[in-house]
């Protein structure tokens, strides 16, 4: 019976993206992530504007990119915040912890007064797949030892023209389409530096849903309860 009920509420984990209600916005009737939108503005992950928009083309801000990583991945808010005047410090979303991650992977600037209007910035989508790649369900970049299969990136670098070898940006593009969390456009360019707008980043989003139910249902198997 309890092997059951597990079973039974990580299938419906899994299933809940067509069973959830949310509301609806005029811009997103008919698009192509219409269905993810309203599913995560269903769960209180992101939200509309009052105007009955969801503004699913607009880019998303590096800052609004971290808050949603955030608060998908249910990190605590630090109640230490380093010095820096942002809506993102003072959600507790940039402690000194945050900030060395940021450092480490897009290079912030070393005045603390800058970091704020480059956290307003749209979020390229190159650090996008940085920050998504850091905080994925499966583990750390260092945890998962992340390696480029040989075949996959041959492929992936013909195919699409602006991603190269031993380059910073590109190396997180590659993983991002290796792992199958971020796609390249027909065409065969990946856009490394244009901005992520709202609707790519919630389909990555749910990408990484999918991959913690997987987690989940892999770990229940181990320890026997499926």
Not at 68 to 82: D, H, I, W
Request: proline share 5%; with cysteine; net charge neutral.
């Amino acid at each position: 019976m309890k092997k059951l009920l597990i079973l039974s509420m990580l299938l419906l984990s899994m299933a809940a993206h067509s069973t959830q209600a949310a509301p609806q916005f005029k811009d997103s009737q008919g698009h192509w992530a219409e269905d993810t939108i309203h599913y995560y503005v269903g769960e209180g992950l992101v939200s509309g504007y009052p105007d009955g928009t969801f503004r699913p083309n607009q880019s998303i801000s590096k800052a609004e990119l971290i808050f949603l990583v955030a608060k998908f991945m249910n990190l605590k808010p630090s109640s230490t915040s380093p010095q820096v005047n942002h809506w993102l410090a003072k959600e507790g979303y940039l402690d000194q912890g945050m900030l060395l991650i940021l450092e480490t992977l897009w290079e912030l600037p070393k005045n603390k007064n800058e970091v704020g209007p480059f956290l307003n910035q749209p979020s390229k989508r190159w650090e996008a797949a940085a920050l998504f790649e850091t905080f994925h369900p499966e583990g750390t970049m260092g945890q998962r030892n992340l390696k480029l299969n040989d075949k996959i990136l041959q492929e992936n670098l013909v195919k699409y023209k602006d991603l190269q070898m031993n380059h910073k940006e590109s190396f997180f593009c590659l993983i991002a389409l290796q792992d199958g969390m971020m796609k390249g456009f027909p065409d065969g360019y990946f856009r490394p530096y244009e901005p992520l707008n709202r609707a790519q980043a919630i389909t990555v989003i749910s990408f990484l849903d999918e991959k913690m139910v997987e987690e989940r249902l892999c770990a229940a198997s181990f320890f026997g309860l499926l």
